[in-house]
């Protein structure tokens, strides 16, 4: 089993929908969890830290499930804008894994 | 005011030559990591830096070593380069040990 799972996509969806990302981790020592997105040809960017209790940011919303080892991103609203690659990220002590991204577009 | 900087943003090169990244931040942060985003977007972190001590290794070659001259800098270089080795590297820093902050990535192609 890979480390970090996403579903790959491509999520396509018209502007204003609400999509949600999952993420399964396997190492239950993990410590910290994130959202990324990187756009075409682009750095990843963070787009939010993921806490027990959930967390939200404007129209994007994550949650954390330490007993499934399961994390979510929603969006609401979607725009145009949204459209990107979206990185699920775990920590465990000085170590980074990174997810293979689930790819949003967004559609007029 | 660019924060995390790499150059060159393009390399190509051939098979057997040896090669340097750079990566610098302005920051202030005290931990910096490579990253290798290979064709399949896959983004692996390779090397990572505090305070000039290098943290973790993750079983990469010994043609790459990291080289940190002070805090805000850490280049990559790569030696006898081999097709493999073809991808984007990305250079990040973190205040904290958590949240990164990326470069803009240099590709790499080795023909």
């Known amino acids: 089993r890979k480390e970090v799972e996403q579903d790959p996509g491509p999520f396509n969806v018209p502007e204003g929908a609400t999509v949600a990302f999952n993420c399964t981790y396997s190492?239950?020592?993990?410590?910290?969890f994130f959202w990324y997105r990187q756009d075409c040809r682009k750095e990843p960017k963070l787009l939010m830290s993921?806490?027990?209790s959930g967390n939200e940011d404007g129209r994007f919303t994550a949650q954390l499930n330490r007993a499934s080892q399961y994390i979510s991103l929603l969006i609401r609203d979607s725009k145009l804008s949204d459209s990107a690659t979206y990185l699920c990220v775990v920590n465990y002590g000085q170590n980074f894994v990174f997810g293979p991204g689930t790819r949003l577009s967004v559609l007029p | 005011d660019t924060a995390v900087s790499q150059t060159p943003k393009y390399l190509v090169t051939q098979m057997g030559n040896d090669k340097s990244i750079k990566c610098e931040q302005n920051?202030?942060?005290?931990?910096m990591y490579w990253y290798k985003q290979d064709s399949k977007k896959f983004l692996k972190i390779m090397f990572s830096y505090n305070n000039k001590e290098l943290i973790i290794n993750e079983t990469v070659p010994n043609r790459f070593s990291p080289k940190s001259p002070d805090k805000a800098h850490l280049n990559l270089h790569i030696n006898s380069l081999e097709l493999g080795d073809s991808a984007v590297y990305f250079c990040?820093?973190?205040?904290?040990?958590?949240?990164?902050?990326f470069g803009p990535g240099t590709r790499l192609t080795v023909t």
């Open positions: 190492n239950s020592a993990s410590q910290s």
């Open positions: 920051l202030g942060h005290d931990t």
């Open positions: 993921v806490y027990s």
């Open positions: 990040a820093s973190s205040p904290d040990g958590y949240e990164q902050y």
